[in-house]
T-cell receptor, first 111, second 115 residues
Framework: LAKTTQPISMDSYEGQEVNITCSHNNIATNDYITWYQQFPSQGPRFIIQ???TKVTNEVASLFIPADRKSSTLSLPRVSLSDTAVYYCLVGQNQAGTALIFGKGTTLSVSS | NAGVTQTPKFRVLKTGQSMTLLCAQDMNHEYMYWYRQDPGMGLRLIHYSVGEGTTAKGEVPDGYNVSRLKKQNFLLGLESAAPSQTSVYFC??????????????FGPGTRLTVL
């Protein structure tokens, strides 16, 4: 399974755009990139998933360069409620395999 | 539609005691998972199930047993609790395809303390 590396923590202010980059140098051809968000005292929640180029939904955007060795989660105009831990996961589109959660990035948003 | 529920929410055990954590999902998902989360460690997969009657080991299975007698339930057992098993336990489920890319839906967690 491809290992991921992401910053331990990040700080931001309300209204700013936040970009969290995840490195996955050993990503395999069949691997997808998925991001989860976890609020304190809650289970993780799916945010976004992509394979290549750019994916956007109502919550975030995911940028994946052509070599797919990294990916960037972009949160537009963060608010205090975006304070959470963000996990980058890489997993294959294959039945029976499970995702590996790393330590994640703790994002703190201040007013 | 309650999603994924976990019972109990909190529990305190003494070393050597046993207990069972119950996870239930009402989304008709084939795949279910048990994770533990320790401070600074992220989530680590304990066991998972690809369907009723089947289970498989994850990253940290030692000291735990699981059973999936009914599709909607996934039980995690601790036969002889140890202080190292103090943690927050999360259950999750994913759709019938069982792909690693399937969205996992998590329960609210069980906070377990072993004295």
């Amino acid at each position: 399974l491809a290992k991921t590396t992401q910053p331990i923590s990040m700080d931001s202010y309300e209204g700013q755009e936040v970009n969290i980059t995840c490195s996955h140098n050993n990503i395999a051809t069949n691997d997808y990139i998925t991001w989860y968000q976890q609020f304190p005292s809650q289970g993780p929640r799916f945010i976004i998933q992509g394979y290549k180029t750019k994916v956007t939904n109502e919550v975030a955007s995911l940028f994946i360069p052509a070599d797919r060795k990294s990916s960037t989660l972009s949160l537009p105009r963060v608010s205090l409620s975006d304070t959470a831990v963000y996990y980058c996961l890489v997993g294959q589109n294959q039945a029976g395999t499970a995702l590996i959660f790393g330590k994640g990035t703790t994002l703190s948003v201040s007013s | 539609n309650a999603g994924v529920t976990q019972t109990p929410k909190f529990r305190v055990l003494k070393t050597g005691q046993s207990m069972t954590l119950l996870c239930a999902q009402d989304m008709n998902h084939e795949y279910m998972y048990w994770y533990r989360q320790d401070p600074g460690m992220g989530l680590r997969l304990i066991h998972y199930s690809v369907g009723e009657g089947t289970t498989a080991k994850g990253e940290v299975p030692d000291g735990y047993n699981v059973s999936r007698l009914k599709k909607q339930n996934f039980l995690l057992g601790l036969e002889s609790a140890a202080p190292s098993q103090t943690s927050v336990y999360f259950c999750a489920s994913s759709a019938y395809r069982g792909l690693a890319t399937d969205t996992q839906y998590f329960g609210p967690g069980t906070r377990l303390t072993v004295l």
